[in-house]
């Protein structure tokens, strides 16, 4: 297992475009947690899953963005409509049982909206 | 006032010396994490300690239950440590707080 994978890298966009992102958690992860970061900050949640099932939704996550986790593997995050505030680093974590133990991340998903 | 406080926002040093990176929180913990950023974005776990104190090659990271203060030091620091230090809680309640909160980093530049 080479850790958790995100794809796209990079991916830039037109405003108004809607974008996917795919996150491969490491297998036998039952967690899995989505993160934004913007330049200068630290990274805020998102969203998690506990398996297939959606745990907790941030605010920050309206009514465009969606994700899911189809059979409890993989994970989508999609953005409709981008706006050019929903440039940023979008990150993957993935852990087994209580976020307690260590998370691993991906390389993220640089989003660039023009 | 955010949750995770960290201090200095940006750290200089010169190769070999001895640094520390402070973070300060406001919530009710069941763990605290240090990760390391590199430029590119991806993140890696440093530690992760709800108590004591725990070392890992020239990284030692402290944690103060009661003062609610964690701390991160690099002896003998290099160049390849230059990477971003980010400070991030878990909470200790249930449901609705099994996630990461994060401070806002600290960017360390060692010079040669």
């Known amino acids: 297992d080479t850790g958790v994978s995100q794809d796209p890298r990079h991916k830039i966009t037109k405003r108004g475009q809607n974008v996917t992102f795919r996150c491969d958690p490491i297998?036998?992860?039952?967690?899995l947690y989505w993160y934004r970061q913007t330049l200068g900050q630290g990274p805020e949640f998102l969203t998690y899953?506990?398996?297939?099932?959606?745990?907790?939704k941030s605010r920050l996550l309206s009514d465009r963005f969606s994700a899911e986790r189809p059979k409890g593997s993989f994970s989508t995050l999609e953005i409709q409509r981008t706006e050019q505030g929903d440039s940023a680093m979008y990150l993957c974590a993935s852990s087994f049982g209580r976020m307690n133990t260590e998370a691993f991340f991906g390389q993220g998903t640089r989003l660039t909206v023009v | 006032k955010n949750e995770v406080e960290q201090s200095p926002q940006n750290l200089t040093a010169q190769e070999g010396e001895f640094i520390t990176i402070n973070c300060s929180y406001s919530v009710g913990i069941s763990a605290l994490h240090w990760l390391q950023q590199h430029p590119g974005g991806g993140i890696v776990s440093l530690f992760m300690?709800?108590?004591g104190k725990k070392k890992h090659g020239r990284l030692i990271a402290t944690i103060n239950i009661q003062e609610k203060h964690s701390s991160l030091h690099i002896t003998a620091s290099h160049p390849r440590d230059s990477a971003v230090y980010i400070c991030?809680?878990?909470?200790?309640?249930?449901?609705?707080?099994?996630?990461?909160?994060f401070g806002k980093g600290t960017k360390l530049t060692v010079n040669p």
């Open positions: 991030a809680v878990t909470g200790r309640s249930q449901g609705g707080s099994e996630k990461l909160v």
């Open positions: 300690l709800s108590s």
């Open positions: 297998s036998e992860h039952n967690r």
């Open positions: 899953f506990q398996n297939e099932a959606q745990l907790e």
